[in-house]
């Protein structure tokens, strides 16, 4: 018959000296501090990732509809292509910016430049892309790692779509950074407060200790007598 869980527990505790005050008053601290950073690393994270996607959005949503109104200047033009390329170009100067297309309202890429091996360059043979439902209107899709921006082109020459890929790669380098720094505040503070909780009650449990070992030392004379 397995031992009942409390007899394991002081085992365990025994074991580990933690029937001592010193030790035990030590990793309730240690607990303590562990619990309290990790809290608010949850919260910290939680909070920063949702104010650096928020940014993004808007920085995204921006973006995209000023190259919309700049397609809409050239998309009738002869040349639109290399126009709207030089636009694209100068968005991809922004390291989050993964890809631009324009598109016409079949989904065909009219012109797609995108990151290739570090230099933001046009793609050829891309397949036709679902376009946004409802209303032509701009709208950011949110995936995983990244998010689409969608804006439409209104021109006389025909309607389309102007798509942006960007990246969310910041949110998540800020979310990595977040912990990394909470596990070295987490692992300093246990240290420091151990080493602090130990100075400072050393000399108490020592003057315990010796008013135990007195009392047992009395409890002893008095059994001989």
Same mark, same amino acid.
């Given at each position: 018959m397995a031992p009942p869980f409390d007899a394991w527990i002081a085992r365990w505790a025994e074991r580990a000296g933690l029937n001592r005050l @010193?030790?035990?008053?030590?990793?309730?601290?240690?607990?303590?501090?562990? %619990? @309290? %950073?990790?809290?608010?690393t949850i919260y910290s994270a939680r909070e920063q990732s949702h104010f650096v996607r928020d940014r993004v959005v808007q920085d995204a949503l921006g973006l995209v509809q000023t190259l919309a109104v700049s397609a809409e200047t050239s998309w009738q033009q002869t040349n639109?292509?290399?126009?709207?390329?030089?636009?694209?170009?100068?968005? @991809?100067?922004?390291?989050?910016?993964?890809?631009?297309?324009?598109?016409?309202?079949? @989904?065909?890429?009219?012109?797609?430049?995108g990151r290739t091996n570090g230099r933001f360059v046009a793609q050829t043979g891309r397949p036709p892309v679902a376009l946004p439902?409802?209303?032509?209107?701009p709208q950011v899709v949110l995936l995983e790692d990244r998010l689409i921006a969608w804006a439409p082109v209104f021109s006389e020459a025909g309607d389309g779509w102007i798509r942006l890929d960007y990246s969310l790669r910041e949110e998540r380098f800020l979310v990595r950074h977040i912990w990394w720094d909470a596990l070295w505040v987490t692992a300093l503070w246990s240290g420091l407060a151990a080493l602090i909780l130990f100075l400072v009650l050393r000399r108490p449990i020592a003057s315990l200790r010796e008013a135990a070992a007195f009392a047992g030392d009395l409890d002893h004379r008095s059994g001989q007598q």
């Open positions: @010193g030790p035990l008053l030590a990793v309730l601290m240690v607990l303590n501090v562990i %619990v @309290g %950073v990790t809290g608010y639109r292509q290399s126009i709207m390329a030089r636009v694209f170009e100068r968005a @991809g100067r922004n390291s989050l910016v993964d890809s631009v297309w324009a598109l016409d309202l079949q @989904g065909r890429a009219i012109l797609a430049l439902p409802g209303a032509p209107m």
